[in-house]
């Protein structure tokens, strides 16, 4: 028996929760006979039609943030914050060297401009959060090997730490639009039942 409640967790990042249920259920119904791999390509055949379907409703509105996302998180980084610049110093005080701290703040800005990046996407774009942020997340790996060759020409470490940023924003994008999708999903089912979120 194929594993429902994930599949009705995945459909409902693209759909109501009742009608990812829905939908979930009528293949696990069709499972029984037809096998597990028949299910999972169903579901994902499903998600993915739901996906285009989100696109074709507001493809100027996911355009748009597709756009500003990428931009945003590809800035983030060169924020100088004097704050964080004391701080690291201070903390690092007998050991830092230049190089280090360029990527200690280019850590730091990476984590906290994905989350931030994430967060804003999702919040930006209700109901469509994981759409979002997937849209900039799978975008990030092609324009890091992109840039590799720039970065390589002027001198910039490509050190194992910077490979892992960039392929840690997509997944912290990720998390993030599942985290407020849920938050929604959450609010939503409050508001249904009349009860409090507490």
Known sequence: MPNYLFAETLLS???????AATIAGDFAEDAQRRGSFWYWRQVIQTAVSLCFRQI??????LALLFVAGNIVIDFFPLIKIDGVRKTIADWNAHTLDPANFT??????TRVVGAITVGLGLAALSRGREVLACGAVALTRPLLFLLTWSWFADHGFPLTWMVLSLNSLSPILLIAA?????????????????GGSLA
């Not at 639009?177 to 039942?193: E, F, G, K, P, Y």
């Open 13 to 19: 990042f693209f759909t109501t929760p009742e009608r």
């Open 56 to 61: 074709g409703t507001a493809p100027i509105q």
């Open 103 to 108: 990527l200690t703040h280019l850590l730091m």
């Open 177 to 193: 639009a599942v985290w407020v999708r849920r938050s929604n999903l959450r609010t939503h089912r409050v508001q249904i039942s």
